[in-house]
């Protein structure tokens, strides 16, 4: 007969890993004797005593109060502030850190409150850590360890190089969540320092979600989070505000690499001295669903993996300033400047009503609205292209609508209406271009430019320089124009002239009326939809050319309706007036 003993250390070690023993329960009281804090009469007196006889698996339960005190964490345990001091073990859920705060203050102990060092993990949850002092992570220090942090305050810790609160490095992953990050700072100008409230270090990541970074700084870069992503880190941000922090270098709120989803960014940076932008990208950084508004600065600046329904608002500086970059469904408003960009795509977005230009640079810009710009509506300076935009009640010296170098770009589809320049080309300006630089003129097909003021009169749609500004530059000739409506009339293939093509230009409705010489009269290639949505082309019979290639010159495609009954190109009370007078009227079909 075979021995049953190993058979029976296997279903023994089976049960074990189905049931593990439960770590102990280690409770910290100021009211404690100490001894060895299996109850509140017999708590520590301080948290590091129960820190040092904890072993892996055990929790600490830590009455409210303030303790003045620092540990160094060997075990993978579980730190939980909120408690009043007399629950059992079936009472962990009426602890209660917001009425019962924890506070560990490590005020005058010249370290970090708390350093975890290869810990496989490790949990800290309601407890406030502050008063830190170190030269990494004032309020946290970490390597090698995996931390959750929950429902925590960090306040008023500082650390002289790296992550005034924490500081995670070295192989570490931090995941924190439902944390106030406030008041922290890091002040060193060495050359790798930043991070006034988190700063992410070597090979380490972090998730952050659902935390309020306030009123940090950072002598060198972010002010609230730093990601030192050249040396392998990344951070991963959501559900967050960041309100009132700020740096003497770049990102007030960011610096690094970092994915930023459903976040908020309010009045960041320095009012004494806006510069810098509230979020600095490095590598792949991406952001969306998120605002910036407010900053003393600029918005976003090198975020390369894509910013995408995202509103930058209001913002002292550059709204966004990006290269190879996705710009998508985004509002930018009523920054200092709008948009800089260089070899990006530009798409589905409104940029209105910047102090500056409302973009800049070049790339490749679609169905934009871009209006009431205070230093041009586009500044093209590079080759671009620009398809089915309205841009409109922008306002310049030259170029009010479109400035741009004789450099080959292509607009099409583009209504350009209602712009302003002090000088020439009201809607659309070529600029000099430099001495021994080839001109290449730009093109514009099946556009719509009307109704600009500039002057003389007779540039006030399309304008291009007669004269080099000074050394080293020559004059420009106008662009090539096609398939398009110009006021006042443009030489080119297929372009057509007339009174003003729209509904009310006056009143922003840059429509096409229903006599409008553009409709069906445009180039027959043209993109699917418009800048309202609507299927391209629509034939309407008997205008213009027939068939599939009937597209509509402009941003917009005119969109016939039967109900239209004084067709004036609006469906509105007066159509149902007529409708109303010949209901139940009788006619006679021959």
Known sequence: MQPKTPI?????????LLNPTQGAILRVSDTGDGSDGLSWQTAFRKPSDAMASASNGDEIWIKEGTYNDRSVVTSSISLYGGFEGVENE??????????????????????????????????????????????????????????????????????????????????????????????????????????????????????????????????????????????NSSAEVSDCLFAYNWSDGPGHAIHGEVIVYSSLFHENGNPTDPKTETLSGAGESLISDSTIRYSYGGGIKNFKGGIERCHIIENRGIGISSAFTLIAHSEIIGNHIGVQMATSVLTDSMIANNDGE???????????????????GIVVNEPSIIETCLVSGNSAFNGGGVSLDPDGTLLKYCTIADNTAEESGGGLFVRPHSTGVEEIPPVVNSCVIASNRGNPSN???????????????????????????????????????????????????????????????????????????????????????????????GAFEFDYSRADLNEDGKVDELDLMIFQQDWYRQIEIQ
């Open 90 to 231: 079936t009472d962990f859920g009426s602890r209660d850190p917001g009425s019962r705060p924890t506070i560990i203050d490590g005020s005058g102990l010249g370290d970090s409150v708390m350093v975890f060092t290869d810990i496989s993990e490790a949990t800290v949850d309601g407890l406030t850590i502050t008063g830190g002092e170190a030269l990494f992570g004032g309020g946290i220090r970490m390597s090698g360890t995996h931390l959750v942090v929950y429902d925590c305050v960090f306040e008023k810790n500082k650390a002289q190089t790296l992550g005034g609160a924490l500081y995670v490095s070295s192989n570490s992953f931090l995941d924190i969540s439902g944390t106030v990050i406030k008041d922290n700072s890091a002040t060193s100008d060495a050359n790798n320092c930043g991070g006034g409230g988190i700063a992410i270090g070597s090979n380490s990541h972090a998730a952050i979600a659902k935390l309020r970074f306030r009123g940090n700084y950072a002598l060198c870069r972010g002010g609230a989070l730093y990601v030192a992503s050249f040396v």
């Open 358 to 376: 409302g973009i800049s640079g070049g790339g490749e810009i679609s169905r934009c609205t871009i209006s009431g710009n205070g230093n041009g």
């Open 8 to 16: 029976l250390l296997c279903i023994l070690a089976a049960i074990l």
């Open 459 to 553: 540039s006030a749609n399309i304008g291009h320089s007669t004269f080099g500004p000074g050394p080293g530059s020559e004059p420009s000739g106008p662009p090539n124009v096609s398939y398009s409506f110009v006021g006042g009339g443009f030489e080119g293939d297929g372009n057509v002239n007339g009174t003003s093509p729209f509904v009310n230009a006056a009143k922003g409705d840059f429509q096409l009326l229903i006599d409008s010489p553009c409709i069906d009269s445009a180039s027959t290639n043209g993109p699917g939809a418009d800048l309202d949505g609507r299927i391209r082309p629509i034939d309407i019979t008997g205008i213009g050319r027939e068939g599939p290639g009937a597209f509509d010159m």
